[in-house]
């Protein structure tokens, strides 16, 4: 009986929850973890204005973020040019006068610096990875290779909010927040955009906790950082000395309190927070479940690497995101810190590979087997690329490099993108793009393709003007699908 | 060509009924058929049309603009003898032809928008052009008229003060009643905690409820608008508007003082000093004549912006990206127009221009000042805070922790005029080094020319704002304090009065309201007081499942909103209810309890803190329990607690909080420390006070905390709760004290640990009540 009268409170706030959603243009978010029990998944009718318009073929994302900017030249994007003219001056012809960041600008010359690392060709596609990704070259054939990434800032904090913001500026939303908005939860026991955050031995540069912001978005859509610390989700965990038992007898009391106040105000906000206090029970059981990687088998870890069996560590992190996106969470955001070499490459980029070489390879083997990799979609790559001319002193075995906005390398696998191929092309000092550019924007609007979203379509109304993750532009790479 | 067949009269009957909720208008349309260019029409117009047909001309098609009346009815440039609209002819209207349209290369909104109009939509537009397609001026930019307030027979509801009048004309117009007063217990909380963001104490609800004069209430009013937890409440506002952090916001993060403004703020809400004089400090103190430290101080707002410490940045482009911050600001705090959107292009729906933004942005230019800012250093320019003016004119700060001798300083940045230091110019695309045409500071004219001989600088542009002709400024500030007294402004978007903005609800009142607010030269505290003391502010906020079914988001006012409470007044109803709560007032920002390890995920640096500071340690004493305002704001790492809770990341001007509900708030509030230890705290008072009754203790906890007397069954369902955990506890005395472990408020020894624990547990269970973290 009660539980009818629940319900029925449930339904009305369900109808002023819509009529509510019928005055924003882009609607408001379905499916959320907001009120999963009363929409558990979007239904076809009820969608946001940008929902299924192609077949998606991608029903979740594991986005590997490599913060700080790897080196594509280092890694993936063979220039051999550059080790013939080791130590000679980036010709004028090439750099075109573009801006450089504050820390060369002052710099009298441009020494090019080739890599100090063996690249060879893998797998049937032949594709170019250096000694440093020993794992990942054992991939190729079922990853994709953009080379001819570019983005427009220079420098970390206002790059890494425009891949994940689709603005330099903060202040809107993340791209997993955008994702929870339009698709929901699948998963009504977990939140539907997860973060983890690992580090490694190298020149760190901060993240500001906005970049898994919602913005402007409610901050249901917030992507919920997922920690190593014996709280997982902050404010998870029961006190010491309190038990299942008391902790459920404490929230049926408040319940019961609650429906008090709903019979005498009738307000439905009562009803969700009715709703909401369950679903925070369900988390606390939940979470720590999919957290708890000690019921993975050996081989699992011997999979991912030794590191994985530390947590915290990113390989740890990576099987944490497989377990998440075996439940069916929307997006999962892992950053691993470290990459920013400006100087000692050499050294430091041997650590940040060997972090993130094995678990990400492990990964999609993972995922392949079992059976996710064709609807999971994972993504490696930084903010932006590193240059081709050394930062600082040039010597036989040392060298840095700065920040590169004009090309960089990211790779994709799984969810429909074509396995096994290279897209794009950089020039033979690896400094510009010449074939195939794939701007931030281009980027994020092929993502949201794979989810089935058109990206001019996924929009919110704030303060006047419809919003997008792609602002103005953003153009979906078609060639990059099977 | 295909044309549909113009919409049935009984679709247009129900479309219209859904058109007016739609836009939350007047029933104008429906009443009279008169159609009003500013409530029916012009919404469409400018959120389906103007993107390609209006102030923008980069973006303009067919070289049409339809916000202009002018340019609408003349004939088209490229299809001479073709009216966009031709008054009272739809059918020869090449708007209505096309909107009417469903051939994709003729139809208006093109596919390709990914724009359309409803049917209701279309039929407006007919009609409208058919009544004579008359245009007017955007309600926001015309002067506010005080009308006669519509008369009230005393049958229809309780008459107060003018804004019953308005607010009871509308409710019965929309078939509705005024709601009763709402009883005396639950007046008495939302007044308290609208008014100073804290629970009543039980002490003033006692004498309220045994008053029985007619002016008890206007007492408790008075006594709340004099007490010194009114200018914190109103701060705690502010600090939204004004982007205020104690981080620079970039990159390393560091720290930054500018909480001795923030203790200006809090001086002048209490002081109630005007309106007029409050902003124009803020955005001229500097350039005042004789300019004395505390209005220097004031001028601190245009500060609040983040600051970039980041190697490798363009100096120049953060530079500029500070100076539109302050233009920004202007534009959102104090005229409620996105200003930001003509950074890059001409609006795309407010006649601001381009030049207008950046006449606007030379006002803040002229500072000396840097992009770049090396760690540790203060931002240049800044002001010195000395022992002496700690005696003198800045004696309201609460620095004397800082500044212990004549050898301590603190430097504040502030505002320093630099006359001539740099042109300014229209940048392209926005873009710190596209220089375009050179401009000068100017107002955006389509609001209100400068008056001639006010000075081109921030004071004149102050002078203009409170210019009696300036159509904005009194009407954005009344709806701000509506919307923090009612739970929602007469214009819903407080942060956009634009031609994208919602339309007020009830016109007339706003203007009323804004009108008398300048002519009772721009009193806060009574404009206040006048909305609180009205009988539609008094109703109770019960409202029938019908009620709600009307009018879901109580635009009318039918009855008093009912809303969950900010992060700020819900950790401090659980400090000031266990008697935790230390009263001090300003001071550095302090660091209260937050879980371990989130500062240390994303900082870098070591404990020299030149990377920032690298680990959040938690205050020590009472600093801990201090007001919530006073938490310290890091902006790359804001207390997440309050994130939860809808805080906004204090990056840029915000004037309006979102309220969601979610399962991590409930998490909050089951295993926050704070909430815990408050509970505690409380448990044992409470029980050493009734000498072990639980019972009572339950009753009294209910009552500090709800600010009611809980009904028997309510106290029942609490005490069978406490009994049993008690049992339970009484068998475990390990987890009970592991229980009471808890926050650094010593445990009270007097009392047996399983009465502790379970007493603990029962009141955190009323902390975690709905109508606890609720305004109602």
């Known amino acids: 009986m009660e539980k009818e009268i629940l319900e029925q409170k449930l339904n009305v706030n369900r109808r002023h929850f819509l009529s509510k959603l019928s005055l924003g243009i882009g609607g408001a978010a379905l499916g959320s973890l907001l009120i999963p029990d009363l929409f558990g998944k979007p239904e076809e009718d009820k969608l946001p204005a940008g929902i299924s318009h192609f077949a998606p073929r991608a029903k979740r994302v594991i986005y590997l973020f490599q913060s700080g900017a790897p080196s594509q030249l280092d890694l993936f994007d063979y220039k051999p040019l550059l080790n013939k003219m080791q130590g000679q001056d980036l010709p004028a012809s090439i750099r075109m006068g573009q801006r450089l960041t504050g820390m060369t600008s002052g710099q009298k010359e441009f020494p090019l610096a080739g890599s100090l690392f063996k690249f060879n060709q893998y797998g049937e596609s032949r594709a170019w990875v250096s000694e440093l990704m020993p794992y990942t070259s054992k991939i190729v054939d079922k990853i994709c290779f953009v080379k001819s990434m570019h983005t427009e800032a220079i420098n970390h904090d206002p790059a890494v909010t425009f891949f994940q913001t689709g603005s330099q500026q903060p202040g809107r939303p993340s791209m997993g927040s955008w994702l929870s908005y339009g698709l929901g939860s699948e998963n009504k026991n977990l939140p539907g955009f997860c973060v983890f955050l690992s580090r490694g031995k190298g020149n760190i540069q901060p993240l500001a906790s906005r970049i898994w912001g919602s913005g402007f978005l409610d901050s249901v859509h917030q992507g919920v950082q997922f920690r190593s610390a014996k709280d997982p989700v902050l404010y998870l965990q029961d006190p010491e000395g309190l038990d299942k038992v008391t902790r459920r007898k404490m929230l049926d009391k408040i319940a019961e309190l609650n429906h008090l106040q709903l019979e005498e105000f009738q307000d439905p906000e009562i009803a969700t927070r009715i709703a909401q206090y369950e679903m925070a029970y369900r988390m606390q059981t939940s979470v720590p479940e999919v957290m708890d990687i000690n019921d993975e088998p050996e081989h699992v870890f011997k999979l991912y690497g030794p590191d994985s069996m530390k947590s915290g560590t990113f390989a740890a992190n990576c099987i944490q995101a497989r377990r998440l996106a075996e439940r069916g969470v929307r997006f999962v955001q892992l950053y691993h810190m470290g990459w920013d070499q400006h100087g000692s490459l050499p050294r430091d980029i041997r650590n940040l590979s060997k972090d993130t070489d094995q678990p990400s390879a492990a990964l999609i083997m993972d995922l392949e087997q079992r059976g996710l990799l064709d609807d999971t979609l994972v993504i490696w790559g930084g903010e932006f690329g590193r240059t081709n001319y050394c930062q600082g002193k040039l010597s036989v075995d040392d060298y840095g490099r700065d920040h590169h906005p004009r090309c960089f390398t990211v790779w994709m696998a799984g969810a429909g993108v074509k396995p096994g191929f290279v897209y794009g092309e950089t020039d033979e000092f690896g400094y510009n793009v010449v074939k195939d550019p794939v701007h931030v924007h281009d980027f994020q609007a092929t993502v949201m393709h794979l989810l089935g979203i058109n990206h001019e379509k996924l929009i919110f109304k704030h303060q006047g003007r419809r919003y997008r993750l792609t602002d103005v532009s953003g153009k979906v790479v078609n060639d990059l699908f099977t | ?776």
């Open chain 2, 1 to 776: 060509m295909k044309r549909i067949s113009f919409v049935i009269a009984g679709l247009v009957a129900t479309t219209l009924l859904i058109v007016s909720c739609f836009h939350k208008k007047d029933e104008s349309a429906q009443t009279s058929g008169l159609i009003d260019f500013n409530f029916d029409i012009k919404p469409i117009l400018s959120d389906r049309c103007f993107k390609c047909h209006g102030p923008d001309p980069n973006n303009r098609k067919a070289d049409l603009r339809l916000d202009i009346e002018a340019n609408a009815y003349a004939a088209l440039k490229n299809n001479p003898g073709v009216h966009a609209i031709l008054p009272g002819k739809p059918d020869q209207s090449e708007l209505v032809k096309r909107v009417l349209s469903t051939d994709p290369l003729y139809m208006m909104p093109p596919p390709e928008s990914n724009l359309s109009l409803n049917d209701a939509e279309k039929y407006l537009l007919k009609k409208w052009v058919e009544q004579g397609g008359k245009y007017k001026k955007h309600w926001a930019f015309l002067l506010p008229q005080k009308v006669k307030p519509p008369a009230i027979d005393s049958d229809d509801g309780v008459v107060i003060n003018e804004i019953d009048q308005f607010i009871i004309e509308r409710v019965l117009r929309k078939g509705l009643k005024q709601s009763k007063e709402a009883d005396k217990e639950r007046l008495i909380r939302r007044i308290s905690f609208d008014l100073t963001g804290l629970p009543p104490s039980v002490a003033m609800t006692e004498k309220f409820l045994k008053d029985n004069r007619p002016n008890a209430y206007e007492i408790i009013v008075d006594s709340l608008l004099a007490s010194p937890a009114y200018g914190e409440r109103w701060t705690n506002y502010w600090l939204d508007v004004a982007r205020y952090g104690d981080t620079h916001g970039y990159q390393d993060d560091l720290p930054r003082v500018m909480w001795p403004w923030r203790d200006w703020v809090i001086k002048a809400f209490n002081e109630n000093m005007p309106y007029d004089k409050f902003v124009t400090w803020q955005l001229a103190g500097d350039l005042l004549p004789d300019a004395n430290k505390e209005q220097l101080l004031a001028s601190a707002f245009n500060r609040n912006h983040k600051i970039s410490q980041e190697g490798g940045i363009v100096d120049e482009e953060y530079r500029v990206e500070y100076v539109a911050d302050r233009a920004n600001t202007f534009g959102k705090a104090f005229m409620s127009i996105s200003m930001e959107c003509s950074r890059c292009h001409d609006h795309k729906y407010d006649p601001i221009t381009q030049k207008d933004y950046f006449s606007l942005y030379a006002f803040f230019n002229n500072l000396k000042e840097t992009g770049f800012v090396l760690n540790l250093r203060t931002p240049e320019p800044y002001m010195r805070i000395s022992k002496r003016d700690l005696e003198g004119e800045l004696k309201f700060l609460n620095a004397n922790k800082v500044i212990k001798s004549e050898k301590d300083t603190i430097l504040q940045m502030v505002m320093k005029e630099v006359p001539g230091i740099r042109k300014s110019y229209v940048l392209n695309r926005g873009a710190y080094d596209a220089h375009g045409e050179e401009v000068t500071p100017d107002v955006p004219n389509s609001i209100l020319a400068l008056k001639p001989g006010l000075p081109r600088n921030r004071l004149g542009l102050s002078q203009w704002l409170f210019d009696e002709n300036n159509p904005l400024t009194a009407r954005v500030m009344v709806n701000r304090i509506w919307q923090e007294i009612f739970g929602r402004g007469l214009v819903a978007t407080s942060e956009d009065f634009g031609n994208q903005g919602s339309i007020p609800s009830h016109p007339e009142l706003l203007d009323w309201l804004a009108v008398d607010f300048r002519e009772n030269g721009w009193d806060m505290k009574k404009l206040v007081r006048k909305m609180v003391l009205s009988a539609t502010y008094r109703q109770s906020s019960v409202a029938s499942p019908e009620l709600r079914e009307i009018d879901p988001d109580n635009i009318y006012l039918s009855h008093s909103s009912r809303y969950r409470m900010n992060s700020e007044m819900i950790r401090d109803n659980a400090l000031a209810t266990s008697g935790l709560l230390n009263k001090e007032i300003g001071g550095p920002s302090v660091k209260p309890y937050q879980p371990e390890g989130i500062w240390e995920d994303v900082s870098v640096g070591d404990k020299s803190g030149y990377r920032g500071e690298t680990s959040y340690i938690i205050d020590t004493g009472n600093l801990v329990y201090r007001r919530s305002l006073y938490t310290y704001w890091r902006r790359t790492v804001p207390p997440p607690a309050m994130i939860t809770f809808d805080n906004p990341m204090k990056e840029i001007c915000e004037v309006r909080r979102t309220r969601t509900s979610t399962p991590l708030q409930a998490l909050v509030l089951l295993n926050d420390p704070q909430i815990m230890e408050a509970s505690r705290v409380l448990a044992a008072k409470l029980l050493v006070n009734n000498k072990g009754n639980s019972r009572q203790t339950i009753t009294d906890a209910f009552r500090l905390i709800t600010s009611r007397t809980a009904k028997a069954n309510e106290v029942d369902m609490l005490e069978q709760f406490y009994t049993a955990e008690l049992v339970k506890y009484q068998q475990d005395l390990k987890s009970a004290n592991a229980v009471l472990k808890t926050g650094h408020h010593k445990i009270d020894s007097r009392i047996n640990a399983a009465n502790a624990a379970a007493m603990m547990l029962t009141i955190q269970t009323i902390y975690n009540l709905d109508e606890t973290i609720s305004r109602s």
